[in-house]
Nanobody, 124 residues
């Protein structure tokens, strides 16, 4: 069992930056692929970014590539999402997720554990 707790959300102006954190507790953090998803009101949950178990590989949605950076610190059992050049289209609840398998990083159905989410609001 893994518990995930996100933090770092808030309100920011367009063009600004935020850094989200997700602290994990429970089983060995390094055994999980970690990812961030987001969900805006009335929309389906969408993939944002994922990182392999030891951070050697990262994956991004086209919409955030070049603006967002996912990273992890296995010693601290924490995954981060650095978000730069934010736009109002980035407004959503952001969720941290963990899974054991190594394929299809962007499919939310394959993730075993989820955090409660943190709200990011970007004003124009």
């Amino acid at each position: 069992q893994v518990q995930l707790v996100e933090s770092g959300g808030g309100v920011v102006q367009a063009g600004g930056s935020l850094r989200l954190s997700c602290a994990a507790s429970g089983r060995a953090f390094s055994s999980y692929v970690m990812a961030w998803f987001r969900q805006a009101p009335g929309k389906e949950r969408e993939f944002v970014a994922a990182i392999s178990r030891y951070g050697l590989s990262t994956y991004y949605a086209d919409s955030v590539k070049g603006r967002f950076t996912i990273s992890r610190d296995n010693a601290k059992s924490t995954v981060y999402l650095q978000m730069n050049s934010l736009t109002p289209e980035d407004t959503a609840a952001y969720y941290c997720a963990a899974k054991s398998g190594v394929s299809d990083y962007s499919n939310p159905r394959l993730y075993d554990y989820w955090g409660q989410g943190t709200q990011v609001t970007v004003s124009s």
